[in-house]
């Protein structure tokens, strides 16, 4: 893993609007794409030269999500991604860089959270709907068992929900495949240098799932511990199948730890606090991304338990009322309003899909031409590309797969979460 360095953000923010007009599509395009001088004269492309999904009126895009099943509440990435897209199509449609204006047309199909049903559902999108490309597909083992069948067939599969280091992993063989979550790697990288920072002379200890995911996770600890003086001193492991993690937690508080490692995810996040309060055990907690989300992990594990908690940001905190007047954060709420038989406006799932809708719809716009392989371009060379929920820009290159390669940690005050100082980027 890179080293991290950490920087004070100093850029101008540029806040990326939705298009509802073609001066405002054309100025994104000249603010996003570095080197376009002037927005061309409107020329369509000679058909024969462009990749199917393409055409002079029309982009079809796919997206295979859990609408069905114990991650439906997932599905909701699918679903904003769609509503973002049929507004702007609504609204005349949007304009590209050859000064065409297109409707984009999102296809969502349910996959149940079934690796190999994404797999058939990826197929179907296409080979019978004939995408341009795939974005927003949910999850590490769908986004793996894909990667195989875009990378041959040429689609890109843009912007899946997942950090895994798989990802990388995959890259330099099957590069079509790129991820929306900071890599999980990234994500212990920092929040090992926020403690060592922060926390210095720490004992730690960890909770982590029994499998590669969770042993990857320690031993990405331990190994960026290593020459500092923050020690891992305990661990403990729980299998997916159990019914509580109160025995590991009442191990790892033994220990005499002050900093706990909570990797556990959904509802044993939740028990793992529960019992750490009900311990009386004083240690700074560090959460996982996935376990961050306030409404449905934290406060339910009751007054106090997750109060301090520190994660990683990279989504502004949709449930902070103070946030309005932040123009992001308006933009937000006003398109879920709008939606309100499609978007709750306090769901990270969709505020996730509202961010790969804005990132989608920037790649479009910047990409040079009418091939797949120009929007995977565009989409692996953002320049400080600000995003409306995003709390840093986005910068994109084509040999990191990942769409944050800069985060900031928060700290939870038992109702929102707090911004720290500084951020935290993957170095060179």
Known sequence: MSTLR???????????LPLVAAGATAALVLAGCAGRDAAPEATSPDAAQCDPGFTDTEVKIGNSIPLSGPAAAYGAIGQTLKAYFDDINAAGGLEFADGVTRDVTVSVLDDGYDPAKTAANVRTLVEQDEVFALAGVLGTGAAISVAPYVEEAGVPNLFTGTGSDAILALHE????????????????????????????GAKAAILYQNDDFGESIRAGFEEAFEGTDVELVAAESYEVASASVDSQVTALAASG??????WAVGAFATQSLKKKLELGWDATTVINAPAADATFFLKPAGPGAADGVVSIAYTKDITDPSLAGDAGFDAWTDFAAAHPDEVNALSAPAAAGYQTAQLLEAALTQMDGCTRTALLEAATSFEDLALDLAPVTVTTTP???????????QVFNGENWDLADGSYTVGD
């Open 399 to 409: 040999d990191y797969p990942y769409v944050f390669n800069e985060i900031k940690v």
């Open 257 to 262: 730890a002050d900093v706990f490692l909570d």
């Open 6 to 16: 950490t920087t004070r953000p100093s850029r101008p923010s540029r806040r990326l």
């Open 173 to 200: 063989s099957e590069p079509w495949t790129t991820a929306f979550m900071p890599q999980y790697g990234f994500e212990v990288q920092a929040l090992s240098e926020y403690l060592v920072e922060n926390h210095p």
